[in-house]
């Protein structure tokens, strides 16, 4: 009867046994296959990126995209192949695109691996935003949206919020901008992008520039409004100062600017290469021919440049201009009007010789 007991006792350790074995064996199966999936994946992830024609390419994760759409953006910018390396790699590091949202620069060389731990971690890269040329307010959203993740209607709702508590009004918003590069992340509220701008601005006009303005006479706001026509009127960098004192000299004596620009800005139609008289008519307070001194705000928004050409502008006494006749962008000045009368005849034989109305 013991022996009975001892053998099946025996049977039962060796079943168990066996279990444990073959448990044991599932595990570390199971294991192994993971470890093997694993360094499958990091070996496929390792291969270098290999941009088109050795250029640089771009991953953009915007606000409230999905997981799908996160993978999609990745092969999207940098191939099918290594779009799925990255958003794999991106998944196992936890990645999520609310933590990522915003742009990444790739450039030719990095690896899957690299590249998904910079967009799981947010790492973005920052974005060259650039507005030269602009005239309008519209102009300026679009521009700025154009590089931005920000909608053209959310930058003109920041500027309502931001630019009235900093004592800008409507008319005076361009003059909060100063054109030149700026990096921004991508993905920067318009809040955020507006104050950065104004900023800048505020730090252009520094003590002395302040100075110089109280000098002439001019609130930092009129200088830029003065600096616009300026900019409207000439292209050669070396003729702005000459401009900007001519206009100077007219708000000096009281004479109205009759700025031609500005009659191109209240018609609205910036594309008009001669002013007749039905266009000098139009009702505006734009329109300096209608006004006396500067109109309500800038009529594009000014490099730094041209308001320190208005700021430095050397002594003259001209207070008329016309376009030269050889059309080489450059004016014929005059101080008195039989002068302006001469010039303004040349020119306009010469619109009328090429056929320009």
Known sequence: MAKKQSSNSGNKKKKQQSWIYRHSLGILIAVIAVFVSVLSVLAFAFIPYSGNDGESEWIYIPKEISQTAVRDSMKSSLGSSMGTRVYLL???????????????????????LNISRRVAHGRQTPVD???????????????????????????????????????????????????????????????????????YRNKFWNKERREKAAALG????????????????????????????????????????QADPTVKFATGDFTLRRITGKHLATESPYNTYKVNGLPPGPIRVPAGATIDAVLNAPKHDYIYMCAKEDFSGYHNFASDYATHLANARRYQAELNRRGIK
């Open 90 to 112: 991106w998944k196992l590091m936890g990645g999520s695109a609310d933590k990522s949202q915003g742009a990444y620069k790739v450039s030719p060389g990095q690896s899957a």
């Open 129 to 199: 935003v650039r507005f030269n040329g602009t005239r309008t307010m519209e102009q300026l959203s679009q521009r700025i949206a154009s590089q931005l993740q920000c909608t053209p209607q959310e930058f003109l709702e920041a500027c309502e919020e931001v630019l009235p508590d900093s004592g800008f009004s409507r008319p005076n918003y361009p003059a909060a901008f100063i054109p030149d590069s700026y990096e921004f992340y991508w993905s920067a509220s318009p809040r955020n992008i507006v104050r950065r701008l104004l900023d």
């Open 218 to 257: 001019l609130r930092p706001t009129e200088v830029a409004t003065l600096a616009s026509i300026v900019e409207e009127e000439t292209a050669k960098a070396d003729e702005k100062p000459k401009v900007a004192r001519l206009y100077l000299n007219r708000i000096n004596k009281g004479i109205k600017l």
